[in-house]
């Protein structure tokens, strides 16, 4: 008897448990979510329809969330014209959006709020699945930011596609990791990149860095007093190499092109330009050469 007993209890507990999710799925539409002031529940709501439906489809507004959303395998996460807000709230997760294979992420303002957690590998866009799309964004943090915009932190991903995004207000720009080489490629492309603290495009590993903008960064590398002025295109011991072209640099810190014992780099029709930018004298040690490759 008590057996049976409980076992018409989890019946209706799972009865309940789907029936209630088939309501908040049936209440949401995911082609139009809105926002709530609740960050739980937008989470909820975002998280509900990507992993259901795979489509979230936000209106504009902006949409604080308790931590990072991982977005699924082949589903698409979508703004209104970057007038849509993604606004961490918490330091739960080291990332604000995780693609996963095949993943689509466009035109949203990812915005981690000076949220994410200090240390190794904390990124608003943290890429470790292969064959993602991160377009037409803007990806920014907050005051004192001490994150990377983009990180390409698995180096055995490859086929994903960063375009057209503005990445700003982050301590680096974008990094490719150690271990990338050029059976496993990934391309930045046509992004503009600026007020970006220390150095803009880290090649640690192999990456295509194509019709890029890299412009007013580099003031503020916590590497000394005064600090060391970071660079536009920076790279240390890589040398599987990597592809630099048609960039337009200008106006940065430090070097606009910084390589150190690296080798196998292909860099060509790029514009650098008007190196050593100080804010108006506000960062007298900006200076030194445009580029220096040893």
Known sequence: YQRRVRGLKLV???LFFFTLHFELLNALNCQALTPTSDPQQNFDQINTCLVSQGTAILTSGTFPVVQGLEVPAGATFRGNNTETTILLQTSKTNFLVLPGDKARIEFLTLDANNKLPSGCCSSIVSIVHSNAIISNNVIQNGVDPKAVGVYFLSKSSSGNVVSNNQI???YYGVIFIDGLDQHHVN???GNW??????DSVTLAGYGKVTNNRIFHN???????????PGGAIYCLKNIVGAEVAGNDIHDNCGLSFDI???ANFVVYDNYFHDPFYNWNGKYPYCCGPT????
Request: aromatic content about 10%.
């Open 12 to 14: 209706f507990s799972l």
């Open 168 to 170: 700003r207000n982050t």
């Open 187 to 189: 391309i930045l492309d």
């Open 193 to 198: 990149i600026y007020e970006v603290e220390c």
């Open 218 to 228: 580099g003031w503020a590398c916590a590497n000394g007093n005064p600090p060391i």
């Open 260 to 262: 150190d014992e690296c």
């Open 291 to 294: 580029a220096v490759v040893k």
